[in-house]
């Protein structure tokens, strides 16, 4: 990261075709969990014209109507137009049933024989990252977009005429010397009708736009650019217009782009896969060193190799930010923290947290408006409890 850049994150709101994807997928692992702690699950998804298809490859002592699923996502994030409508689009579903010995030990039984034979089940570069541009020590720009996505679903859901589900965010933010300076500009697209109540609802999405950010933070100022659908107006939206995939917005469910993320997806994967659990671990670790006071930002790798329990290795990267030598910082972090993976799902209760999560579920959630930096949500990785001990 230069000293002196703009830089730009997006988000998007719940009715985006990538974002369905994501939140039937996890909204799939949640039911699985729900009933069978040691459910192992991939819930992958893809939308389009008034088509779903589903593909599962699962084992588990449970029973999930995974179409019903879809339809009540797809009915939550308001589609219900001709073109893409939640109780009449057809579903399509490949289904493979592996044998229940496949299962992952109760969590009950995870002890140590049992956290040293949970060896990792693919190859993996996670990454965690935090930084102090936000309280909740994210990166500005994808903190601000997240704010912005929230606030254009909420005005579609309170009213808004004329507004798809489907919509899109963006912020972009200078900096100089490291820090955020300033909002350069502001981007929203959704769809709007090209008529005179279009034009009406762009003058009211350029006001909520200038309203979202408050006396917390920056502020657009006089010479802050604000583009409403710059690309040009267009009234059909979602699934009708483009189509969406489990997976395709990592830069949105991490950090925006400002920072290293894997290549894996992170829905849409039950707590036996490496590269989802770890980016939650790495997370952590990062958070917490910036957290203790050691750096400004961090980043934390993570190496996993095929059936390994311990990590090949650690790293962290301080960008000069470090108070500590960035190799003393990954040796503290190394003592602190076990990083095998069923050391990782036994200490966030990875399966056992959506019995208790309710309806909305513990990783549906996570599929809109990121997995990390979650001031909504009670996230386990994101637990400050490791500043001490880092800190002697």
């Given amino acids: 990261m230069a000293s002196s850049m703009i830089f730009t994150s997006e988000s998007v709101t719940p009715g985006h075709?990538?974002?369905?994807?994501?939140?039937?997928?996890?909204?799939?692992?949640?039911?699985f969990l729900r009933e069978d702690a040691g459910a192992r699950a991939v819930v992958e998804c893809a939308v389009a014209t008034g088509i779903v298809f589903l593909a599962a490859r699962f084992a588990a002592e449970a029973v999930v109507d995974l179409p019903s699923i879809a339809r009540k996502v797809i009915a939550s994030a308001g589609y219900f137009d001709p073109q893409f409508d939640a109780r009449n689009c057809s579903i399509l579903t490949s289904l493979v049933e592996l044998p229940?010995?496949?299962?992952?030990?109760?969590?009950?039984?995870?002890?140590?024989?049992?956290?040293?034979?949970?060896v990792a089940q693919d190859q993996a570069n996670v990454f965690g990252y935090a930084c102090r541009d936000t309280p909740e020590l994210m990166p500005l720009p994808v903190s601000l977009a997240h704010r912005l996505a929230r606030n254009l679903d909420h005005a579609r859901r309170t009213g808004a005429p004329g507004l798809s589900p489907d919509g899109k965010t963006q912020v972009s933010i200078e900096y100089a010397d490291g820090r955020p300076a300033r909002i350069h500009s502001i981007s929203i697209t959704a769809a709007v009708a090209a008529d005179g109540a279009g034009a009406e609802l762009a003058d009211r999405l350029r006001a909520m736009a200038l309203e979202t950010f408050g006396d917390d933070g920056l502020k657009p100022d006089a010479r802050t650019k604000i583009h409403i659908n710059a690309g040009g107006?267009?009234?059909?939206g979602g699934p009708a217009r483009h189509a969406g995939l489990t997976g395709r917005k990592n830069g949105i469910d991490t950090y925006g782009e400002i920072a290293r993320q894997s290549g894996a997806a992170l829905s849409g994967k039950d707590p036996s896969r490496i590269d989802r659990i770890g980016a939650y671990a790495a997370r952590h670790a990062a958070k917490n060193v910036v957290a203790a006071g050691l750096a400004d930002r961090c980043e934390v790798h993570v190496a996993y190799a095929i059936g390994r329990a311990d990590p090949l290795s650690l790293s962290v990267e301080t960008f000069g930010s470090g108070r500590l030598d960035?190799?003393?910082?990954?040796?503290?972090l190394t003592r602190s923290l076990d990083l095998r993976p069923l050391a990782i799902t036994a200490r966030f209760g990875l399966r056992t947290r959506p019995a208790h999560a309710g309806d909305a579920g513990f990783y549906s959630p996570l599929a809109v408006y990121g997995h990390f930096g979650r001031a909504d949500l009670d996230l386990p990785w994101e637990a400050l409890d490791l500043v001490e001990a880092l800190r002697g």
Avoid: H
Avoid at 109 to 117: C, G, H, L, T, Y
């Fill in 17 to 31: 075709p990538d974002k369905l994807c994501d939140q039937i997928s996890d909204a799939a692992i949640d039911a």
């Fill in 326 to 332: 960035d190799a003393e910082i990954a040796a503290r």
């Fill in 100 to 118: 229940k010995t496949t299962r992952e030990p109760p969590p009950k039984q995870f002890d140590e024989e049992a956290i040293e034979k949970g």
């Fill in 233 to 236: 107006f267009y009234e059909t």
